[in-house]
C-alpha cells in the first residue's frame, strides 16, 4: 500500500531574530492541501506573494542557503526543511513577516517540536518518491567535494567533514533513518571558527548570530585588537574567551555536533529538489554551495529519468487490445488516410495507438523525396484519430457518432519522422467531457524521443 502524504493539523507561530539580518521575525506554518508542497509566504509584503521551495530559486549561499522569486527573498531555510523533510511533512505553507527563518537556538530542533505542537496529519493521495536506480556522483575539483547518491530502501546519509582544525580534527556523521533525526541530529547547532567572525561581520552577516544560537570555535591565535572587538561582539570578557576550543565554554550536544550539524544541511538543502528520495547520500566536505549544486543536478536527473518511464512502451508480440480491423468499424477514415495500425493498451485517462511508418506511404514521393520526412500534420491526423477511438470507446453505439476537429495548440515538432520509424501515439484526457467537447493531450515518441506534442480539442457528435 503506497504512503500517503502528510500536512500539519493547525496553525503553529514561532519568532526570533535571524542570524545574519538580525531582524525580529514572526514565522507560521499552516496545513495546507496535497499536491501543495512547501509553499513560502511573505506576509509583509504587497499580496501576500508566495513561491515554492525549489533549489532553482536559489541565490546565496553564503553561509546559508537563501531563495528569490522576482526579488522576494527568503533566507536561511535549511534547518526548517530539514525538520519536514525528516518528520515527511509533505504540503505545509511557511508564512513570515521578514526575509529569513529565525535562527533560534542555531539548530532544527525549535523546528521539530513546532511541527509536533502542531501535529501531522495523513492526507488522502499518495506521496512520490524518486527511487534512486543507479549511482549518481558530483565532484567539485575546486572546493574538493565530493557528493554521491546511490540506491537504497530509505533516505540515508553519511556526512564526513575536515577542516584540518586541531580542535574538530576529521568528523563522521550517519542517519540510517528518518525517525533518527529528532533524537540524534536535530539538536545539532551551527557553528563557524573564530578567525571567520570579523570577515563574517564586514560583510554584513551574522548580525544577528551570538553565544547562544552558534558555536564558535577557536583554532587560530588573535592579535589583541581582534580579541577585543569580539569581546565587545558576545558581550563577554577578554579573559573569559577560550582561544582553542569552544569560545563560549559550553557542552557539545554531541561529541560530533558539527558534522552533525552539516548533515542537517544536507538535508535541508536537499529539500529544494522537491521531493522525498529513497537512496542513500555520501557528502564529502559538504557545504550550502556544494549542497545546492548537487541538488540542482539531481533534479534535472530526476526531471530526466522520469520522463523516461513516462514515456510508453509496448510488446509486439502481444495481440493488441483494438485491432486494425476494429479500427476500420470506429473510424471512417481508409486508406491512404488511416494512420493507425493498432491500439496496445486503453483507459479511462488515455490510449496508446501504433503507427509503423514505411518508405511505400503515398506522401513520401511527393514530400521531400531525397531526404523522405513524415509530415507533421500528418503526424497531428495519426494523433486525431487515435484520441477518436479513445472517445468513441466511451460510447453505447460507436459508429454512430463523428468527430471533428475544432482546435489545435502547443505544437511543436521536436523530431523528424522517417521511413522505418514506429510512432507510438499516447494520448491523455484533460478534464471531463462536456457537450461533446472532448481535450486531450497529446504526444508520439520513436524510441525513447518526443517527436511531436499538442493539445487538441474535438466534438463528437451525431451526424
Known amino acids: 500500500m503506497p504512503e500517503l502524504q502528510q500536512t500539519l493539523k493547525k496553525k503553529v507561530t514561532i519568532a526570533g531574530r535571524g542570524i545574519h539580518s538580525g531582524e525580529y521575525v514572526t514565522l507560521n506554518l499552516l496545513p495546507a492541501d496535497e499536491n501543495t508542497g512547501i509553499v513560502f509566504r511573505r506576509i509583509d509584503l504587497d499580496g501576500q506573494p508566495q513561491f515554492q521551495a525549489d533549489v532553482d530559486l536559489v541565490v546565496d549561499v553564503e553561509r546559508g542557503t537563501t531563495l528569490n522569486y522576482n526579488g522576494i527573498k527568503i533566507a536561511t531555510v535549511e534547518h526548517l526543511l530539514a525538520a519536514l523533510t525528516a518528520l515527511e511533512v509533505d504540503n505545509t505553507i511557511i508564512e513570515l513577516d521578514g526575509e529569513e527563518i529565525p535562527i533560534l537556538d542555531g539548530s532544527s530542533m525549535p523546528f521539530v517540536e513546532l511541527i509536533e505542537e502542531a501535529g501531522i496529519q495523513e492526507q488522502k493521495k499518495p506521496r512520490e518518491y524518486f527511487v534512486l536506480e543507479e549511482t549518481f556522483n558530483y565532484y567539485d575539483p575546486v572546493k574538493d567535494v565530493e557528493m554521491m547518491a546511490v540506491p537504497n530502501d530509505h533516505y540515508n546519509i553519511t556526512v564526513m567533514i575536515d577542516y584540518n582544525s586541531n580542535v574538530l580534527g576529521r568528523q563522521f556523521a550517519q542517519l540510517k533513518r528518518l525517525s533518527q533525526f529528532k533524537s540524534e541530529f536535530a539538536s545539532a547547532r551551527t557553528f563557524c571558527f573564530l578567525h571567520e567572525v570579523e570577515p563574517l561581520l564586514k560583510e554584513g552577516l551574522i548580525k544577528g548570530g551570538d553565544l547562544g544560537n552558534a558555536l564558535v570555535i577557536a583554532d587560530e591565535a588573535l592579535d589583541d585588537e581582534s580579541m577585543l572587538r569580539l569581546s565587545n561582539k558576545y558581550n563577554i570578557p577578554i579573559t573569559d574567551i577560550n582561544t582553542e576550543g569552544i569560545i563560549n565554554d559550553v557542552d557539545l550536544r554531541h561529541n560530533n555536533e558539527p558534522a552533525r550539524h552539516k548533515l542537517i544541511d544536507v538535508i535541508g538543502d536537499l529539500a529544494l529538489i522537491g521531493m522525498p528520495i529513497k537512496g542513500k547520500i555520501f557528502a564529502s566536505k559538504p557545504g550550502h554551495a556544494t549542497n545546492v549544486e548537487f541538488a540542482r543536478q539531481l533534479k534535472q536527473y530526476i526531471k530526466e529519468k522520469k520522463k523516461l518511464k513516462e514515456i510508453p512502451t509496448f510488446d509486439p508480440n502481444k495481440e493488441p487490445v483494438i485491432s486494425l480491423e476494429e479500427i476500420k468499424q470506429l473510424l471512417p477514415h481508409r486508406y491512404p488516410f488511416l494512420l493507425l ?108 524521443k518526443l517527436v511531436t506534442e499538442a493539445k487538441m480539442m474535438a466534438k463528437v457528435f451525431k451526424p
Do not use: W
Open 341 to 448: 495500425d493498432k491500439v496496445v493498451e486503453i483507459t479511462d485517462e488515455h490510449i496508446i495507438g501504433i503507427k509503423n511508418v514505411t518508405i511505400n506511404e503515398p506522401f513520401f514521393p511527393g514530400h521531400f523525396p531525397e531526404d523522405p520526412i513524415m509530415p507533421g500534420v500528418l503526424q497531428i491526423e495519426a494523433m486525431a484519430q487515435t484520441g477518436g477511438v479513445m472517445v468513441l470507446k466511451r460510447k453505447e453505439d460507436p459508429h454512430g457518432y463523428m468527430t471533428y476537429f475544432l482546435k489545435i495548440e502547443e505544437c511543436k515538432f521536436k523530431q523528424p519522422v522517417r521511413p522505418g520509424d514506429t510512432m507510438v501515439i499516447k494520448m491523455s484526457m484533460i478534464g471531463e467531457e462536456r457537450r461533446g467537447i472532448n481535450q486531450m493531450h497529446g504526444m508520439i515518441y520513436v524510441g525513447n
